[in-house]
Structure formats: C-alpha cells, structure tokens
Antibody, heavy 123, light 106 residues
Framework: QVQLQESGPGLVKPSETLSLTCTVS????????WSWIRQPPGKGLEWIGY???????NYNPSLKSRVTISVDTSTNQFSLKLSSVNAADTAVYYC?????????????????WGQGTLVTVSS | SYELTQPPSVSVSPGQTASITCSGD??????VCWYQQKPGQSPVLVIY???KRPSGIPERFSGSNSGNTATLTISGTQAMDEADYYC?????????FGGGTKLTVL
C-alpha cells in the first residue's frame, strides 16, 4: 500500500524558509492530489495546500503569500516551502494523499498520511 | 472564510453511543470526512463522503450530514476509541478542518 514519509530540517530560524519533502512509496504520485497539513503543538489541524501531479496547486488563503508546493514525478516526491517563518509556524507537518477526484467536486479525502515531522522555529 | 465548529469535548461510557457534531453553513451541501487521531499518531480517515467507511474501519463508526450539521456516531464505544476527532470539508477548492473534539471514554 502507499506510504508517505516527510523529511527536512527540524529547526528553522525566524525569517528563514521552511523546506520539507514528502516521498511517496508503494505507488505512483501520478493521477492524484497531494496535500500538506500542519498541527501546532496541542492544537488542531490546518490545511496548507495541495498539488495535483500535473503541477496545479491551491493554497490556504491565510498562508498563500508564503507557501509554494511543488512536485517531482520522476522521484515520486512533492515538496513544501514556507517563507518568512516565525514561532507561530512551529508545528508537526504532515503530508497526505488527497484523492483523485476533481477537487471542485468536494469528495477528496486525506488518506493515507505520513508520520509527520516536527519543525521548530527558533533562533 | 468557511468555518467548521465542533464541541471541544464529548464523554461517553463504554458500550454506549457517542455522537460528535460538526456544524457549518449549508454543510449538508458539501461532503464531510472524519479523522481519528490518537496521541502521538497521525490522523486516520474513519468516514468519507459523509457516511462511507474505509476498509478496516469498524462498523460501529457511522456518519450523517444534513442541513448545517454533520454527525459522527460511534456505537458500542470502546476504550480504544478514545481519541481526538476532526471533521473536514472542502469550500471553493480549499480544505477546511473543524477544531477537533476530544472523545473521552469513561
């Protein structure tokens, strides 16, 4: 079955750019939507954005000015960049598969999820 | 922006039925998913498209969605069901999560 694994630095300095990669194994990244979701310590889930394997994206309006999600089908990976980070961006970051249906239909579900990676923003 | 509202906590006795609500404007016109998250673990999908169960999810988990409220129902609740539960929907191509509900089985 498909498995996802996040990787990247666990510590990022304020004002710098957070960069994470999600590696998809056990299946192809093609024909699906893929998302990043984060969870600050002790708080709820926040959707960051998605990318379709073809490269089309959509982002959470509250983060849109700072977020870039990209995909590399040759390596079965997709990535997240979040610029100008501050302490409020400290969170566990999850990657997840977001289904194959057109998002406009509203049926997309997050399944499966990666194990998550904690990113701390601190000097 | 679209908002989903959940009660912060729900308590249930073992063997009883737990109901967790999720409310949003005209939520019944959207599809709702539910995720279970146990401490230190990643969320797991338990209900999608309002009422469908993924393979491997016990039959005691069910869902409904009408009007402004979606409901996750756990029948015959077991101690292993104690967890945080999140509802989720899409609004104009944007993913939205509810704030989460802590289910306590006592």
């Amino acid at each position: 079955q498909v498995q996802l694994q996040e990787s990247g630095p666990g510590l990022v300095k304020p004002s710098e750019t957070l960069s994470l990669t999600c590696t998809v194994s056990g299946g192809s990244i093609s024909s699906y939507y893929w998302s990043w979701i984060r969870q600050p310590p002790g708080k709820g889930l926040e959707w960051i954005g998605y990318i379709y394997y073809s490269g089309s994206t959509n982002y959470n309006p509250s983060l849109k000015s700072r977020v870039t999600i990209s995909v590399d089908t040759s390596t079965n990976q997709f990535s997240l960049k979040l610029s100008s980070v501050n302490a409020a961006d400290t969170a566990v970051y999850y990657c997840a598969r977001a289904g194959w249906e057109e998002v406009a239909q509203g049926k997309n579900r997050f399944d499966p999820w990666g194990q998550g990676t904690l990113v701390t923003v601190s000097s | 922006s679209y908002e989903l509202t959940q009660p912060p906590s729900v308590s249930v006795s073992p063997g009883q039925t737990a109901s967790i609500t999720c409310s949003g404007d005209k939520l019944g016109d959207k599809y709702v998913c539910w995720y279970q998250q146990k401490p230190g673990q990643s969320p797991v999908l338990v209900i999608y498209e309002d009422r469908k169960r993924p393979s491997g999810i016990p039959e005691r988990f069910s869902g409904s969605n009408s009007g402004n409220t979606a409901t996750l129902t756990i029948s015959g609740t077991q101690a292993m069901d104690e967890a945080d539960y999140y509802c989720q929907a899409w609004d104009s191509g944007t993913g939205v999560f509810g704030g989460g509900t802590k289910l306590t089985v006592l």
